[in-house]
């Protein structure tokens, strides 16, 4: 008899299927909506058994999801109930009040055995979407299938809402990390080309767009210059140039106003200028302003929203608080850039002043002292031979040294002339222009009137102007005739220096300062800018109007007391 053996096979155990409640708290634990979605509806579609399953949610952008094999009129319908729902949660707000069973509609396809069921999603009582599902031909809804949809359906509504909250927390605390590191970087660098092209791509990342550029405006050639780009085609865009009254970005820095175009293709405004010359394909545009105290200086363009969706109202919002911060960091480039072309500005006009008096002192005092001395050795060895013409030596002495005292005031009267912190402008004025006229071979007419009353700062300031336009004849105009000339006018107090000397062209001369020694001109103007005046220079080589003529206009002084009678 054969042995029965003892033993069974034993067969591995199945793992268990995951229950509802599993799939519930695993859809909880999600974080992206997307993925929820997908997930949910690939539960329902399974727990329903049926064919196939689409999820419209609308929040702060819309959400499309489907699961299963569609057959095509199912597809057709379900997609023209999604438009209807979209453009009716884009218009209004649709509430449910109250509602504690979901209203689900099942209808039938003409022609066809499909069923369709459709189930609103709500966030509390706000529809934000709906649920589709088709079921086979044959297959009914059982109350309790129904009731175990709808409650579905409320919780994915819930639960989506919240997931949506979380992405946009998310979001919001992204570009709150972006604001910190471009502020950091503000106050950290003045290398504005790297901050504006790790502003770009910080830019970029956050908004999730494939490209993203900065344009400023050549106001003289009126055109677009791309300054930074970030992107895949981002060299080949490096000074890229585009006319204002063409593309996106181009209505965009004549109006002022952000544009989202999500399909660039079909806007009239697009302009395919710059993708033939890259070789980049545009598909979606936003594009907002860059503003300094009010006026337009360029264009901050994202190029290729990476999400199906495509830019939105919170993308224009995070743009244009970017593109506040890349304004403020040009404007402190520029102002930094500034400050160093004003450092430069008075480190060369020092070395200039220095230069002017080693050559004057070389010229005036220190030549009558060296006169002086080799004087005192003549007339030593002169008092030695013949006393009697020693008396007429003593005479030529003392003139020398009266020349060499009056030069040496003359040069401490240029560099910081007392009298006009004692006695105001008008009496610098006319000391200056005497000591003009017992040293220079020029005739000097000056119009003189009662004293104006400028503080020190802007005197001081109206006199050096008055005295660089002296030098600036002296060196170069060999004029027979210099006018200075004060007159206030029609609440404007107007300071002239003109000459009948050689004149020069004013544009060439000014277009080539920088290879130039000298920035008399540049001077001047700087100095009428920090008084808030206005300098006209106007230049004629030609006779019979040859000469130059440098007019300094500015508002009004106060009017000065009159000084108490004693």
Request: hydrophobic share 45%; no cysteine; proline share 4%.
């Amino acid at each position: 008899m054969a042995e029965l053996s003892s033993e069974k096979s034993v067969q591995p155990a199945e793992a268990p299927k995951p229950s509802v409640v599993d799939e519930l708290f695993e859809l909880a634990a999600t974080r992206n909506l997307d993925t929820m979605l997908r997930k949910a509806l690939g539960m329902v579609v399974r727990i329903v058994g049926a064919e196939a399953g689409s999820i419209l949610v609308q929040t702060q952008s819309t959400h499309r999801v489907r699961s299963g094999a569609f057959r095509q009129e199912a597809l057709n319908r379900i997609e023209y109930w999604e438009a209807v729902i979209s453009r009716r949660l884009q218009d209004a707000v649709l509430i449910i009040p109250g509602a504690t069973t979901l209203p689900t509609s099942i209808s039938k396809l003409a022609g066809s055995q499909l069923a369709l069921v459709n189930v609103p999603l709500l966030q509390d009582t706000k529809v934000i979407g709906s649920l589709s599902l088709v079921l086979s031909p044959g297959q009914e809804l059982a109350e309790p299938q129904q009731n175990l949809l709808t409650r579905i359906a409320k919780g994915m509504g819930q639960m989506a809402s919240l997931v949506s909250d979380l992405e946009l927390a998310q979001q919001r605390l992204n570009q709150m990390s972006l604001f910190y590191q471009v502020g950091q970087a503000l106050v950290t660098t003045f290398d504005i080309n790297k901050l504006l092209s790790d502003t770009m791509q910080l830019a970029a990342d956050v908004i999730d767009a494939g490209a993203a550029s900065l344009m400023l405006i050549d106001e003289e050639r009126e055109e677009l210059v791309f300054e930074v780009s970030h992107g895949s085609r981002s060299k080949m865009l490096r000074q890229q140039r585009i006319p204002l009254d063409e593309g996106i970005a181009g209505w965009v820095a004549r109006n002022g106003y952000p544009v989202i175009v999500n399909d660039a293709r079909t806007d009239p405004r697009f302009s395919h200028r710059v993708d033939v010359r890259t070789g980049f394909l545009t598909q979606s545009i936003a594009a907002v302003p860059l503003k300094i105290k009010g006026r337009i200086i360029g264009v901050l363009e994202v190029l290729n929203k990476y999400s199906g969706a495509g830019f939105n109202q919170e993308d224009v919002r995070l743009m244009s608080s970017i593109a506040a911060q890349a304004a403020i960091a040009l404007e402190n480039a520029r102002l930094y850039q500034q400050v160093r072309q004003e450092r430069d500005h008075i480190i060369k006009a020092q070395e200039d002043v220095r230069r002017e008096l080693a050559r004057k002192l070389h010229d005036g005092p220190v030549q009558l002292l060296s006169a002086i001395s080799m004087s005192l050795d003549h007339l030593e060895r002169l008092n030695e031979v013949k006393p009697e013409a020693v008396h007429n030596e003593i005479n030529a002495l003392r003139n020398l040294v009266r020349q060499a005292t009056r030069d040496a005031r003359n040069v401490l009267f240029e560099l910081r002339p007392i009298i006009l912190e004692t006695q105001g402008l008008v009496a610098a004025l006319e000391e200056y222009v005497n000591q003009l006229r017992s040293s220079e071979s020029f005739d000097i007419h000056f119009k003189t009137i009662e004293e104006v009353g400028y503080d020190a700062k802007v005197a001081g300031t109206i006199f050096s102007i008055a005295q660089e336009a002296i030098n600036n004849i002296k060196r170069h105009a060999n004029a027979r005739n210099v006018w200075l000339l004060l007159e206030p006018k029609n609440n404007r107090f107007i300071v002239t220096v003109r000459d009948d000397g050689e004149g020069f062209d004013v544009e060439k001369i000014e277009a080539s300062y920088d290879r130039r020694g000298s920035f008399g001109l540049i001077n001047m103007r700087e100095r009428a800018q920090l008084i808030e005046a206005e300098l006209h220079i106007q230049s004629r080589q030609d006779a019979p109007n040859r000469g130059t003529s440098i007019q300094l206009i500015l508002p009004a002084p106060p009017v000065v007391p009159a000084k108490p009678k004693v």
